[in-house]
């Protein structure tokens, strides 16, 4: 199994939309997801079509000890389960403080299933706290979702340095994977100054012995799309509410780099309509057996520089950038 935390202090970033939308093509291709909401504000957990306020969602009881992992995933789509969160989990820091191996109970709980799912991908919260430690101790692999912003820079090595430390002291096995750069506009110079910025202290971090030396941007970026925005309050995933707009085909693209490395538009998915949330759509059709296309070529990005002789330093490369000389363009579209 593989163990995905998406994950990014700065919230409003994507997190939520990007673990729906991975997981949701990555269960149509047929490959058995368990999805974990950490974030007490349980947008996950909506969503997917699952109902919040209920008594034993899922994320909480778990590391409570109250239940196992089958006990208490819901399965709400074909080959998609939820450890849903809850008002409860709003509290769960607070309980847990004196627990002995407080940062490891997620982990614990997800080695019984082990051999039952093929992937597992954490929408972890806008912090930094317990809850996110035990979703970085439980995993593997880290998704990092960026606004290209200069904002959203200012906290990314402070991310970085956490990543470290839960990798030196918790889990040496947890490495970042991948940049995916969300709401994304190639019309602004910002957009591409961000992803320089980034991709050159990506390139000289590559002979340093970080947990992020071998990530990667993802070459296809999420484009801002109002459809992404939209498709929460109908409980469905972009490919059930509108499979034919830039934002499906951007996050399948994205589901087939997160599963071979490479995009080359052969990741199909075949959508169980009998499976989608009984919530009526007043202007989306939902999809059957709907083959979503990948994004088109020109949404892929040029290759990534050669690498620079000295490595930069994780507090301030990702943030020395030239906006000093060029002024931050306001954002000039809605949605995501």
Known sequence: MRKIAVLNQKGGVGKTTTVVNIAAAMAAHGFRVLVIDLDPQAHLTIHLGVDAEQPGCGAYQILSGQAGVHDAAVKVRSNLWILGAGIELVGAET??????GREIILRQAIAQVENDFD?????????????????????????????????????FSRLLQTIALVNNRINPALHVTAILMCMFDARTSLSAE????????????????????????????IRRNIKLAEAPSYGKSIFEYEPSCHGAADYLAVAEFVHTGKIEGNFDIQLDTASEPAVEAAEAQPASDTTVPTAPADNVPVETPAPSETSPDVENTVVETAYSNSPASPDTQEGK
């Not at 912090?127 to 979702?145: D, F, K």
């Open 119 to 155: 992937y597992m991908i954490i929408d972890c919260p806008p912090s930094l706290g317990l809850l996110t430690l035990n979703a970085l101790a439980a995993s593997e692999e880290v998704i990092i979702p960026v606004q290209p912003h200069f904002l959203a820079l200012q906290g």
């Open 194 to 221: 961000v992803r320089q910025d980034i991709e050159k202290f990506l390139t000289g971090s590559r002979n340093q012995n970080s947990p992020w030396a071998g990530a990667q941007i993802v070459p296809v970026h």
């Open 95 to 100: 309980e847990l403080v004196n627990e002995v």
